[in-house]
């Protein structure tokens, strides 16, 4: 995994714990940890990377959320502070430093009630010390299968030949 990639992950990873939110990474961080990275696509000129994260989707861990964001983008926090939750629709969005983030309120195979069954069979991975959680492999195949897109397609394929975990290879 890149050195500015793994950075990213674990920072993000470090604020979002130290403020106790229920996320798991998902998309290409997670397929990267078991094994088959993939780069992203169709990204603007100045984003390098796409982070998607699947958060809980209720009132007290979107405070906890904003909270985590807002420390890592100190310039946002007037405007997270105006969102007002709905936890089948606050999607969050941002750029910093090469990095386009995404929070997720459910996903497409997934909806806010099924995460805590999804967060419960999560991989917990590190980086330097800061634990990482991830969808488990199970789940993020079953994501992509509802996808159906063609990169995910090929992601299903390559993800079914790895038995791989971890990101440090």
């Known amino acids: ?59 007290e861990n979107f405070v906890k959320l ?3 964001i807002a420390e890592i983008s100190p310039e946002l926090e007037d405007e ?21 983030f995404d929070f997720l309120p459910n996903l497409v195979a997934f909806y806010q009630k099924d995460f805590q069954k999804c967060y ?3 991989e917990i991975g590190e980086i330097d010390g800061v634990q990482i959680n991830i969808i488990s492999k199970e789940d993020l ?14 992601d299903i394929e390559n993800l079914k030949k790895n038995s791989y975990k971890g990101f440090l290879r």
Do not use: C
């Open 1 to 59: 995994m890149e050195k500015d990639l793994a950075n990213g992950i674990k920072n993000l990873s470090n604020s979002l714990n130290k403020h106790e939110v229920k996320y798991m990474f998902v998309g290409g961080v997670a397929i990267s940890f078991y094994g088959s990275a993939r780069p992203s696509s169709n990204l603007p000129r100045d984003i390098d990377y796409d982070i998607d994260v699947w958060y809980l989707a209720t009132n």
């Open 66 to 68: 904003t909270k985590s």
């Open 80 to 100: 997270l502070k105006k969102i007002i939750f709905d936890p089948k629709k606050t999607f969050i969005k941002f750029n910093k430093e090469g990095f386009n």
């Open 120 to 122: 419960q069979k999560r």
């Open 141 to 154: 195949l079953l994501d992509k299968e509802k996808l159906g897109r063609d990169k995910d397609l090929a």
